[in-house]
């Protein structure tokens, strides 16, 4: 399973883009990019997933290298309600159950 | 459509007593797994199964047994509780049929203390 870093903790303001970067150095050729956000005393939700290149959604935009050992979440003007943990994944093509959640990024974001 | 339901929502456990967690998810959704998640950590994966009848170990799965006799449940039974499973335990669901590859969905949790 590839593994992944990211930052511990960001911090922004609101209205402001924020990016938060994972590198994964020994992705796989059929892994999948996902990300996942979690609020404090929820379970986690699926935000975007790519395979390379870029992918938007109405939630955020995924930016992959060419050499994909390393992608980019981009949430654009964020707001308070933004605050979570979000946490970058890599696994293969057709899912696995093994998928490995690290211990994310704390983004917080300030009035 | 509920989704991914988890009871209870609160326990509390003494060292050596058992339980079970229970999870159901009205989505017709193949796969289902259980987590546990410490404060400050991310999810590791107890337990999941890949369809009926079919389960398999995740990182962490001493302490714990799962079975999965239907589709939509997949109770999590804790033997004898110890205070390092003091836990808050997620249940999540997926079906690589209808959704994309590694998109789960996830219960709201079960805040589980062992005293």
């Known amino acids: 399973l590839a593994k992944t870093t990211q930052p511990i903790s960001m911090d922004s303001y609101e209205g402001q883009e924020v990016n938060i970067t994972c590198s994964h150095n020994n992705i796989a050729t059929n892994d999948y990019i996902t990300w996942y956000q979690q609020f404090p005393s929820q379970g986690p939700r699926f935000i975007i997933q790519g395979y390379k290149t870029k992918v938007t959604n109405e939630v955020a935009s995924l930016f992959i290298p060419a050499d994909r050992k390393s992608s980019t979440l981009s949430l654009p003007r964020v707001s308070l309600s933004d605050t979570a943990v979000y946490y970058c994944?890599?696994?293969?093509?057709?899912?696995?159950?093994?998928?490995?959640f690290g211990k994310g990024t704390k983004l917080t974001v300030n009035p | 459509n509920a989704g991914v339901t988890q009871t209870p929502k609160f326990q509390v456990l003494k060292t050596g007593q058992s339980m079970t967690l229970q999870c159901a998810q009205d989505?017709?959704?193949?796969?289902m797994s259980w987590y546990r998640q410490d404060p400050g950590m991310g999810l590791r994966l107890i337990h999941y199964s890949v369809g009926a009848g079919i389960t398999d170990q995740g990182e962490v799965p001493n302490g714990y047994n799962v079975s999965r006799s239907t589709t939509e449940d997949f109770p999590l039974r804790l033997l004898s509780a110890a205070p390092s499973q003091t836990s808050v335990y997620f249940c999540a669901s997926r079906s690589p049929a209808n959704h994309r590859d590694n998109e789960q969905f996830f219960g709201p949790g079960t805040r589980l203390t062992v005293l």
């Open positions: 989505m017709n959704h193949e796969y």
């Open positions: 994944l890599v696994g293969t093509q057709g899912g696995s159950e093994k998928l490995v």
